[in-house]
């Protein structure tokens, strides 16, 4: 406790010091806030060193922090002391210190803070960067039921970006100084704006001319007609009298206005929904948006399921690994199958005991391949009439399916067709090509 008053007292100490006012001093101003908190990596430092995480690589991924929105008010209390009250909201499982003698809940609750501090800044706000130090005090609510008290201690960069808006970065350490609070980095991005109208700079009274009337300012923008390019709309003298220009209509003004030839949005501070892979697909929509895609998908790129380098759409057999050149399909010699292992009785469709071994991997294949559809097709030689080698063709054919449905193979997942002594693979000529042309085909079909 003594610590924390010595603390607080240097720190008054050191706020009076810049206790100076000029025409910098802040107005009353709320800002919008997203932060982080992070518990585990005060943890890590608390139970080794700061070297030690830093060395080891400890500091927490930003996917492990927890999110959460805050509203903050500002008013300058010199031009480099600035109060900050601050009202935040979360929903994380909290992680209470053992010395509470809480375990941790096991869900997300909401968690309350609310807390007071005093903002000292090395510069005023005429400059476009502005580095502070800040510190205070806090009180939390965590599942309405649990009350404890903090200090927060940070440091912030201040970015102005004109009329008294500006964006807050802010990183703070929250010291639990409660049973019932535990240490955390709190990191935060607020865009601010002033509540209240900024005083209109007052001009020292001059006598009347003898002759000539008084300038008029008829819009009361403290700019007089004589000098002001609009006098009959309120405007600022950086712009002789007229309002800070909106040249893209888009209702943001220039000077907030990051793309002011461009209509946008005040999310995007002026600029367009982005489109980060110049697909056509706003990042808003687009589901992929780090990688060009096509509509129909949500902007993601057309799938392909398997991974054979095929898209789905193209793809005729989408959840099997296959060829282009098959469609991407595989083919049963891919798996092993030796359809040159398939043989019969000479002159009849019986299949020999070779035969049926190879069919009964060929069932197997098909068996744990679903989306395979096979093409059975029977050939001869052109030994004999080709309308007997044709029907002998054919019933070599159906002799093959009919094993295949017996070992369990759906019946409308084969085709077979006999094409007798057509498109012979070598010449008839001679007794081995009469052999190979004797054969029966397995195809995929596409």
Same mark, same amino acid.
């Given at each position: 406790?003594?610590?924390t008053?010595l603390?607080?007292?240097?720190?008054?100490?050191?706020?009076?010091?810049f206790?100076?006012t000029?025409?910098?001093?802040?107005?009353?101003?709320?800002?919008?806030?997203?932060f982080?908190?992070?518990?585990?990596?005060?943890?890590?430092?608390?139970?080794?060193?700061?070297?030690?995480v830093?060395r080891?690589?400890?500091?927490?991924?930003v996917?492990?922090?927890?999110?959460? &929105?805050s509203?903050s008010y500002?008013? %300058?209390? #010199? +031009?480099?002391?600035?109060?900050?009250a601050t009202? !935040?909201?979360? /929903?994380?499982?909290?992680?209470f210190?053992s010395?509470?003698?809480?375990?941790?809940l096991?869900q997300?609750?909401?968690?309350?803070?609310a807390?007071?501090?005093?903002?000292?800044?090395l510069l005023?706000?005429?400059?476009?960067?502005?580095p502070y130090?800040?510190?205070?005090?806090g009180?939390?609510m965590?599942?309405?039921?649990?009350?404890?008290?903090?200090?927060?201690?940070?440091t912030?960069?201040?970015?102005?970006?004109?009329?008294?808006?500006?964006?807050? &970065?802010q990183?703070?350490?929250?010291? %639990?100084? #409660? +049973?019932?609070?535990?240490?955390?980095?709190?990191? !935060?991005l607020? /865009?601010?704006?002033p509540?209240?109208?900024?005083?209109?700079?007052?001009l020292?009274?001059?006598?009347?001319?003898?002759?000539?009337?008084?300038?008029?300012?008829?819009?009361?923008?403290?700019?007089t007609d004589?000098?002001?390019?609009?006098?009959?709309?309120?405007?600022?003298?950086?712009?002789?009298?007229?309002?800070?220009p909106d040249?893209?209509g888009?209702?943001?003004?220039?000077?907030?206005?990051k793309?002011?030839?461009?209509?946008?949005?005040a999310?995007y501070?002026?600029?367009?929904?982005?489109d980060?892979?110049? +697909?056509?697909?706003?990042?808003e929509?687009?589901k992929?948006?780090?990688?060009p895609?096509?509509a129909r998908?949500?902007?993601c790129?057309?799938?392909d399921?398997?991974?054979?380098?095929i898209n789905?759409?193209?793809?005729?057999?989408?959840?099997?690994?296959?060829?282009?050149?098959?469609?991407?399909?595989?083919?049963?010699?891919?798996?092993?199958?030796?359809?040159?292992n398939?043989q019969?009785?000479?002159?009849?469709?019986?299949?020999?005991?070779a035969?049926?071994?190879?069919?009964?991997?060929g069932?197997?294949?098909?068996?744990?391949?679903?989306?395979?559809?096979?093409?059975?097709?029977?050939?001869?030689?052109?030994s004999g009439?080709?309308?007997k080698?044709?029907?002998?063709?054919?019933k070599?054919?159906d002799?093959?399916?009919?094993?295949?449905?017996?070992?369990?193979?759906?019946?409308?997942?084969?085709?077979?067709?006999?094409y007798?002594?057509?498109?012979?693979i070598?010449d008839?000529?001679?007794?081995?090509?009469?052999?190979?042309?004797?054969r029966?085909?397995?195809?995929?079909?596409?």
């Open positions: 406790m003594k610590k008053l603390l607080f007292s240097a720190f008054g100490l050191f706020v009076s010091s206790a100076q000029t025409e910098w001093k802040k107005r009353p101003t709320l800002s919008v806030n997203f982080l908190k992070d518990f585990k990596t005060p943890a890590a430092i608390g139970n080794s060193s700061l070297a030690s830093l080891d690589k400890q500091w927490t991924n996917s492990d922090m927890t999110p959460g &929105l509203l500002f008013d %300058g209390l #010199s +031009d480099y002391v600035d109060f900050m009202l !935040s909201g979360s /929903f994380l499982d909290y992680p210190l010395k509470s003698g809480r375990t941790n096991g997300d609750k909401f968690l309350m803070e807390d007071a501090a005093v903002n000292v800044k005023t706000d005429k400059y476009f960067m502005v130090i800040t510190g205070g005090v009180a939390s965590y599942a309405g039921s649990y009350f404890g008290a903090y200090m927060p201690v940070g912030g960069l201040q970015f102005r970006l004109g009329e008294g808006n500006f964006i807050n &970065l990183w703070q350490y929250r010291i %639990g100084v #409660s +049973d019932l609070t535990n240490n955390n980095f709190h990191y !935060s607020g /865009f601010a704006s509540l209240t109208d900024k005083k209109p700079v007052k020292a009274p001059t006598p009347p001319a003898p002759v000539k009337e008084a300038p008029k300012d008829s819009d009361n923008d403290g700019i004589d000098k002001d390019k609009c006098p009959t709309v309120p405007g600022v003298a950086k712009y002789d009298g007229c309002p800070v040249t893209d888009d209702g943001i003004n220039d000077e907030n206005d793309c002011p030839t461009e209509k946008g949005l999310k501070s002026g600029c367009p929904i982005p980060a892979d110049k +697909d056509g697909i706003n990042d929509e687009d992929c948006p780090n990688v895609g096509v998908y949500n902007g790129p057309i799938p399921t398997d991974g054979d380098g789905d759409e193209e793809d005729k057999c989408p959840t099997e690994k296959g060829t282009a050149a098959n469609s991407g399909c595989p083919e049963l010699k891919d798996f092993n199958f030796k359809a040159e398939i019969f009785e000479t002159g009849s469709a019986k299949l020999t005991k035969a049926l071994a190879e069919l009964d991997k069932a197997t294949i098909l068996s744990e391949h679903s989306s395979l559809n096979i093409l059975i097709e029977g050939y001869t030689d052109n009439k080709p309308a080698n044709k029907e002998l063709s054919q070599r054919a002799a093959v399916k009919a094993y295949l449905m017996k070992k369990g193979i759906t019946e409308g997942r084969l085709t077979a067709t006999g007798g002594d057509a498109n012979p070598t008839n000529k001679t007794v081995k090509g009469r052999a190979m042309n004797r029966v085909e397995f195809k995929v079909k596409k």
